[in-house]
């Protein structure tokens, strides 16, 4: 967690080792002979990711499964629609820590080198849950059993420190029902306060990262598991506990239904000062009037910062029974898809008229530049944001070679340009090598003011 003068949220920074000094000015360029002037006009961003992006900063994202990333047609779509990934169980505790003091992080590892090659930010999920033990935590109890979990909790966020933009520090702690109590569970039995000591480790080892609490049925406003957990976020940021932001799941599957007050519950939430996310959506049988909706109501409420659906196709979800997903088993889009780019694209960019997003915001509108045989240009203009960092995101094998007004840092494959503002204005251009590839376009990942 990082505090600011205002309210304690920091936006994502993006914390490429690699900074490169690039050529500045491609003006030479624009002399080469068979140049082609491309009309000068921005359009609706074609991705969920890339829209998201505009409205604000926000991203759209996915679970994600490492068994999965062998599989093109996954990645394909990985690759062209998000620009953002949770782990689906490959940073839970039995897959991080399966025996005690042995951490095991391959897969994560693999899901984390993925994601931050190609622009994409990286939710941790989780630190502390009263599932997916291993089988060692499941049978120890009291202080040894607090020791055991903290320590869990120092590891995991040490070993990924400045990798994962948030984390889910605890998840799912509240009981559901009407008692408004919290889940009985072996972490529990340790005292009530394990929830806040689990955040002050996690604020211990990765100060720079965003400390969010998830669950789900916390969705409907009315609920008193709702009540509840706003009743401890506001504790928490009473009392000076670190907790940055409320993770809502909102799996509207197995019974659960999108309730007509949801853009209450964000909007309450993110008025105690912390950022809201929805971390896990997916939505029995996938109405396209319900994402729409959900998406509606992210972009109105400006500390809504995204939204990632739990699986790609219907064919990964952890409910496919249900087809609750964005995309079919084919890997096509259905109309759920169309509903909420349409909306993503519609969307008021700063997501309230009146309140800039804190930490956050800024949009962008990209335009396409000159086109050579071999590269071609792109400049973006940068609004809401006199002090900005924007990352941009070309397909491999395109490459970046060149880029002017701006202060850049390229990724290692020059594939990821993060570009900050350096007081030659709100427009930033940059040159992408096609090698290869002449139809895939750059994506703006992200828009950070400050
Ligand atoms: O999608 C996950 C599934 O593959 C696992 O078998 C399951 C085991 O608990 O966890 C699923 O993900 C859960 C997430 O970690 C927390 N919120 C509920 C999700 C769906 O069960």
Redesign the pocket.
Known sequence: MIRSSTDGARGPRPRYRTRLALVIGAVGMLATAGAIALPNTASAASTLGASAAERGGRYFGT?V?ANKLNDSAYTTILNREFNQVTP??EM?IDATEPQRGQFSYGNADRIVQHARSRGMQVRG??LA?H??QPGWMQSLSGSTLRQAMLNHVTQVATHFRGQVTWWDVV??AYADGSSGARRDSNLQRTGNDWIEAAFRAADAADPNAQLCY?D?NIDNWNDAKTQAVYRMVQDFKQRGVPIDCVGL?S?FTGGSNYPSNYRTTLSSFAALGVDVHIT?LDIRNAPADAYRNVTNDCLAVARCKGITV??IRDSDS?RSGESPLLFNGSGQKKPAYDAVLTALNNGNPGGNPTTPPPGGGCTTSTTAGTVWGDRYNTSVTVSGASNWTVVVAVTAPQSISTTWSGSASLSSNNTVLTMRSNGSGNTFGFTTMMNGNSSARPQVRSCTAG
């Open positions: 679970a499964a689906e169980n839970k999920h989780t849950w599932s997916q998840n799912e998830n789900y799941q799996h896990e739990w699986g952890w």
